[in-house]
């Protein structure tokens, strides 16, 4: 087969492309460094954007509370203790409006028509009193009626019978005319069973008092035991007179001599049975029915009516400085008495603590403050002297200058003192706010505390030392057992042992015996604590540098660095640790709020910071007030528990960041 021959020329030897221009295909992505990719992927990441919001408003507020806040954290204004969270907006509300919600306070019912509950501010009280009248065991000022409940215990097993003897000891010169009357009231509706006996015993003073019964001559004590009454099972109002018996056993000679009388009620009960002998007493009391007519008052004290009254003598009268007529259960019986049933007003109200400390208030102020605001311009006054009761009063009249005056009306004045050594003070009643030098009721966004502070201050001034301290510490635990962690993971063999064995000795002494023992020797201050805190803080961070070094120092770029001459430094800080550095970032991260709670745990021991505000020291400072006000733990814990929420979110967002295994991808 013949083929045509073909000629070869000079340009079939020229490149097709030589007048071509030759381009790689165009990046469709922006040229970016590792730290601008790790920003781009953290951003993305909503939950540890909104977590670094977080983080960022709570150190602004850790920054600025305290420098902003002018109220006085350190020193105590018991007067302003427990106010309620109140909040600027919330005044017409039901809730953070600053008021509280009482019930079942004992209630002082002296005047019906105004029932006030004790210890409160009537001007105070911003709802209607609800009232409900309760039964107590407890005697009051505030209570009134109730039994006397007389109880015989257990004595002498050999003996069938035994007794509590329910007595009065009274004092009294018998008359010829007299007429006394002894009168008990036993309910029947509170008394069912059981032996009891009313009676009055006499003792003579003198020991030449003769008796005209023969058979008590020979008497040792000068005692004549005399049964009044005595019934069982027979119950009410019982009135029996005593002038017989008495006359009967006093010489008319001696009538002018005082007589000691026992007037009680003996309580018996069988040790055969096991129900206990109870008698209830409402009324026991001891009357003269002088035949002139004239009123004798030689038993009005010892009598009662109410159970509640009788109790209440065993409270010191003050102004007498003696204890006050009392019953008693007498030597030589066995028993006791209690108050049973006696009737208290409680009631339920809504009740505004801050109109009550910066509302009208009563105080007590000094000439020299008076004066003050005299030089301020906000008062004039004049004095008018006058003599009561031999102390030198002042009469005062003034005028209000200024609407920052804190006078709302001056009672009255006194001088005080003599000889040259006065002073003057004025009973009056000023505002609350405007004589703390506030302009207005101020808002305490978390209540106040047990000392009088700003809860809200307290907190974050708390806050802002606790995180000076966790942010230390963790720097300091980051920097120590990064190196270390490196070292020993890169290095391995017998320097990782060696470096392991240290830890694990170190590692297994408890943290808290560390910081107990660092705090009970050295003191409790912020240097020794963040010393305590990392003396084995570092452990953790070492421990997972290291296992990063062992997962990722043969990988193939390492080696491949080493082979290319690499030094041991760089293959550690360019090519190891920042890809390890994810898990390294979560744990650092998360250190900051464990720190916090080491601190708030320690404190909970006792051993808080001392002489500084904390977070630790706020929360265990109210710990035991957490029944009775409740916003205070609740307003700290949320600050931790957002704190700590808020980091771990961050943490994980900045480990997804620079993890270099998703470098480029969204």
Known sequence: MSQEKQKVTKKDFVLVQQDKAIYDLKFETKPTTYLKDAMRRFVK??????????????????????????????????????????????????????TREYKDIVTDVSDPENPLPVGFKPNAIVSEI???????????????????????????????????????????????????????????????????????????????IPLTQEEHNNNPDETVYLPIIEKTNNYGITTVSLSDVVMAEIDANDLAKTVYAKIGVKVFKDVREEKRQDVYIKELSVTNKAANGAEDTTFSEHNFDEGNELLLRRIDDEK?????????????????????????????????????????????????????????????????????NGRRMLDVQFNNLSDKSPVIEIINGEVIGALGKTATEFVMIVSG?????????????????????????????????????????????????????????????????????????LGGIPWIIIMTLAILHLGNSFEVFLLALILTGWIGIAATTRSQFYRYKRREYVLASRTLGASDRRLIFKHILPNSIGPIVTGAVLMIPGIIFSEATISYLGLGLQGLHSMGVA???????????????????????????SFNLFGNGLRDAFNPSLKGSE
């Open 130 to 208: 609800k009232t409900t009248e309760t039964k107590t065991s407890s005697s009051s000022e505030y209570a009134y009626g109730g039994l006397v409940k007389v109880a015989s215990d257990r004595a002498d097993r050999d003996l069938y019978w035994h007794y509590a003897n329910f007595v009065e000891v009274a004092s009294f010169d018998p008359q010829d005319d007299a007429d006394y009357v002894i009168t008990i009231n036993l309910p029947e509706a509170n008394n069912v069973d059981g032996y009891y006996e009313v009676y009055a015993s006499f003792i003579f003073k003198d020991d030449d």
């Open 320 to 388: 007498n400085l003696r204890k006050k007529y009392e019953y008693k259960i007498a030597r030589g019986s066995v028993g006791r008495y209690s108050l049973f049933e006696a009737t208290i007003v409680r009631s339920s109200f809504t009740y505004d603590p801050y109109e009550a400390v910066y509302g009208p208030v009563h105080k007590v102020v000094p000439k020299d403050e008076l004066d003050l605001w005299v030089e301020l311009g906000y008062i004039e006054y004049t004095t008018t002297e006058y003599i009561e």
């Open 433 to 505: 706010y405007r004589y703390q030098g506030l302009d207005a009721v101020p808002y305490y966004i978390f209540g106040t505390n047990q000392k009088g502070h700003d809860y809200f201050k307290v907190i974050f001034s708390g806050l802002r030392t606790s995180l000076i301290l966790g942010i230390s510490a963790a720097a300091i635990n980051i920097l120590i057992g990064l190196v270390w962690g490196a070292v020993s993971g890169y290095y391995g063999g017998t320097v990782d042992l060696v470096m392991e064995r240290f830890t694990e000795i």
């Open 619 to 645: 929360l265990s400072e109210v710990q035991e007030y957490i029944y009775t006000s409740p916003f205070l733990i609740v307003s700290g814990s949320i600050v931790i528990a957002l704190l700590l929420i």
């Open 45 to 98: 990441n909503k939950s540890s954007v909104s977590a670094s919001v977080i983080i960022g408003i709570l150190i602004l507020l850790a920054i600025f509370v305290p420098i902003f806040n002018k109220s006085n954290i350190d020193m105590a204004q018991t007067e302003f203790r427990f106010l309620p969270p109140r909040w600027p907006g919330f005044t017409n509300s039901n809730v953070l409006n600053g």
